[in-house]
T-cell receptor
Framework: NAGVTQTPKFQVLKTGQSMTLQCAQD?????MYWYRQDPGMGLRLIYY???????DKGEVPNGYNVSRLNKREFSLRLESAAPSQTSVYFC???????????????FGPGTRLTVL | RKEVEQDPGPFNVPEGATVAFNCTYS??????FFWYRQDCRKEPKLLMS???SGNEDGRFTAQLNRASQYISLLIRDSKLSDSATYLC?????????????FGSGTRLSIRP
């Protein structure tokens, strides 16, 4: 099992460019998440998907869109990148949704994004 | 007040020492709690869930105090490999939405 995989590992964008971060999990988990991590800020939830076909905003959704393509895949899109979106992005998945003991999350290795 | 607060550290302790961290949360309706560890430039990895009755996994013990709204992590007989940042996570859920809040982390450095 690969667990949670993310592509790309690194990316440099210019302000205004767009890109999609890809995430896939092979654990048959129902819920998937996108976080960003900035120094001193901890992880902040951008969007999550409780189950296939549903998505919801997290704490910091502005400037991002997501697609839950199927049960395995959850992508994050930056339509017009800004320097404030320079961060490390982590995708995660869990068997059940937050609030239950099945909410143990497993993380991908992260994407380091720099916006110039 | 932050929703989830941790002492950022760093805690610098000798190998073999016992070290404890606390994490306080503000919402009394929080429902599930976890500890993760994160190594430098790596993803967070689940260390343990925190149960109401407290739980132990080898050298690690987690406790939940709902009355005072904090969770704790105790590491006994610390090893060099325990050096990492420890993140507490608090989950809340109601009928309309879920909320997952990570603390900013506590840095632990074990010295030989």
């Amino acid at each position: 099992n690969a667990g949670v995989t993310q592509t790309p590992k690194f990316q440099v964008l210019k302000t205004g460019q767009s890109m999609t971060l890809q995430c896939a999990q092979d654990m048959n988990h129902n819920s998937m998440y996108w976080y960003r991590q900035d120094p001193g800020m901890g992880l902040r939830l951008i969007y999550y998907s409780a189950s296939e076909g549903t998505t919801d905003k997290g704490e910091v959704p502005n400037g991002y869109n997501v697609s839950r393509l199927n049960k395995r895949e959850f992508s994050l899109r930056l339509e017009s990148a800004a320097p404030s979106q320079t961060s490390v992005y982590f995708c995660a998945s869990s068997e059940g949704l937050a609030g239950s003991l099945y909410a143990k999350q497993f993380f991908g290795p992260g994407t380091r994004l720099t916006v110039l | 007040r932050k929703e989830v607060e941790q002492d950022p550290g760093p805690f610098n302790v000798p190998e073999g020492a016992t070290v404890a961290f606390n994490c306080t949360y503000s919402n009394s309706a929080s429902q599930s709690f976890f500890w993760y560890r994160q190594d430098c430039r790596k993803e967070p990895k689940l260390l343990m869930s925190v149960y109401s009755s407290g739980n132990e996994d080898g050298r690690f013990t987690a406790q939940l105090n709902r009355a005072s709204q904090y969770i704790s992590l105790l590491i006994r007989d610390s090893k060099l490999s325990d050096s990492a940042t420890y993140l507490c996570v608090v989950n809340e859920r109601d009928s309309s939405a879920s909320k997952i809040i990570f603390g900013s982390g506590t840095r632990l450095s074990i010295r030989p």
